[in-house]
């Protein structure tokens, strides 16, 4: 355990140049950025005449939600959905849709507010939640920070066009998350309309629809025509009820940041989806790094409201600074607590980031499972021909050890490109590319994220690398 100099120096509301001083005196000779370890810390600490308080990240963190509910105090909550589909099948259209088949927007005469999620009331008194952030690019960015905010995925298909290749990238984005699917077969008005193509194109890729004795529910739609959303919105609700969603909104809210930016005038807002509890105006919170009081909130119908139960977007103001989307975002008792965990966390941030810029992901996965903590190796594989992509699943897949196997999350011919990379960074997957390199995009990406891609051109390789992976013997590359 480190601290730096500045660092240390903040914590004991001292100059800094008067720590390097002290330093000195002890034979310590330290830059402002210079880490040093806890003892000689302490050592300084004490020569200021401060008292020495350790903090562990449990002290931080005590008490921050996660606390368990009581069975009897669980209430039915509305379902948390996102849409996602090929481009151009009417994800954005359908969103729109949905949210005109609201009652309660149609009574106050439909003045909508944007706020990335949106509930809609049906003439039933049942409610869903849509993310309407569209695309499975807000879905894993999300899910890659930790955050499940979604119970169920809507996949659009046009009926006139059939599964395209983001279908497919959904489909698998879907079940990297464990999440169930309900097909929205859209377009129904069109001519060349053949839903019955799409059910039969969807049994390739594992998805077995109820016509064909499976439990994915489909539904013919027409976002442009208006055209069986109630039907939709009935076989969402009936998927939610298999799943049996539920909250308790009686306690301090918790919930995770869906959306956020920097307003003029306004200051930092951000989307909530309340997971459990109710927050209320005055409230004091943390989201991620940040912490803030809300000032006011903002639902989705343009109302300002006092109060926010589960699975109800709210925009909230207050902030101190931008949180990020997938952010996890708690009420905490006071502002004291609030500046503590949204100070620690941004020096534990600064840290990994130094960390995570040295180590790939293979290696910080080999940490993992020589801990005991992994059971599994994730992979993303991408190759040249169908039959080597066949040849390193089947490798792969029959290798495990006792505590480890590998879980191939997706497999395709072609280039890597940017989805390949961000499903592998939700899932903290390794990106393997046989006879295939990623696209600068991609490489981009990887770079950022921190996400590791391996080339072979010999299945062999391949086979030998993850063998040694498993047993955490792997020397990293950079
Ligand atoms: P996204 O890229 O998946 O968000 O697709 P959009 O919602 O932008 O729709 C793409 C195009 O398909 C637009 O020109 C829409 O007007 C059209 N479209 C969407 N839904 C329907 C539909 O139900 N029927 C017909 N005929 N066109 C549709």
Redesign the pocket.
């Known amino acids: 355990e480190t601290i730096t100099v500045q660092e240390l120096a903040n914590r004991m509301a001292e100059r800094a140049p008067n720590v390097i001083k002290a330093l000195m005196k002890m034979g310590v000779m330290a830059t402002i950025n210079q880490p040093i370890d806890a003892d000689t810390a302490e050592l300084v600490v004490e020569e200021f005449g401060h008292e020495v308080k350790r903090v562990s990240e449990a002290d931080v963190l005590e008490g921050l939600g996660g606390s368990e509910d009581k069975p009897e105090d669980m209430v039915s909550r509305p379902p948390v959905v996102t849409?996602m589909?090929?481009?151009?099948?009417?994800?954005?259209?359908?969103?729109?849709?949905l949210r005109a088949t609201d009652v309660v927007a149609g009574e106050a005469g439909g003045i909508t507010q944007h706020i990335g999620a949106y509930q809609v009331q049906m003439a039933s008194g049942d409610k869903i939640t849509f993310i309407d952030t569209?695309?499975h690019e807000a879905f894993t960015a999300m899910r890659s920070r930790g955050a499940k905010v979604t119970d169920i995925v809507v996949l659009?298909v046009?009926a006139?066009d059939g599964i395209m290749p983001q279908t497919v990238e959904a489909i698998r984005h879907a079940r990297a998350a464990e999440v169930p699917v309900v097909v929205a077969i859209?377009?129904?008005?069109?001519p060349g309309a053949d839903p019955n193509r799409v059910r039969q194109e969807l049994l390739n890729h594992e998805l077995v629809v109820e016509e064909m004795g499976g439990d994915v529910l489909t539904v013919e739609?027409?976002?442009?025509?208006r055209?069986n959303l109630e039907k939709l919105e009935e076989a969402i609700l009936l998927q939610a009820e298999i799943q049996d969603l539920k909250a308790n909104p009686e306690r301090e809210a918790e919930g995770t940041v869906i959306e956020a930016k920097m307003e003029k005038g306004r200051g930092s807002v951000a989307t909530v989806l309340i997971r459990r509890g109710t927050l209320k105006v005055g409230d004091i919170f943390v989201a991620g790094t940040e912490w803030g009081r809300v000032r006011a909130m903002i639902d989705d119908r343009g109302n300002r409201i006092e109060e926010a139960g589960p699975a109800y977007p709210v925009e909230i103001l207050g902030f101190q600074g931008t949180p990020q989307a997938g952010d996890d975002f708690v009420v905490v008792d006071d502002e004291a607590k609030a500046r503590e965990v949204a100070g620690y966390r941004q020096r534990k941030e600064r840290e990994a980031l130094a960390v995570k810029s040295a180590r790939g992901t293979m290696e910080q996965m080999f940490a993992k499972i020589k801990a005991g903590e992994a059971k599994e190796l994730p992979v993303v594989i991408k190759a040249d021909v169908q039959g080597s992509v066949e040849a390193i699943v089947g490798t792969l897949e029959k290798m495990a050890t006792e505590e480890v196997k590998v879980r191939v999350l997706h497999s395709a011919v072609g280039g890597i490109n940017e989805s390949d990379i961000t499903l592998a960074k939700a899932s903290e997957a390794l990106v393997i590319g046989f006879n295939v390199r990623a696209n600068p995009q991609a490489r981009e990406l990887s770079r950022r994220d921190g996400v590791e891609i391996r080339y072979y051109s010999i299945i062999y390789d391949v086979a030998e690398d993850i063998k040694r992976a498993l047993t955490g013997l792997l020397e990293p590359t950079f």
Do not use: I
């Open positions: 849409v589909g090929h481009v151009d099948h009417g994800k954005t259209s359908l969103l729109d849709a569209p695309g659009v046009a006139d859209n377009k129904m008005d069109k739609v027409s976002a442009k025509q055209l």
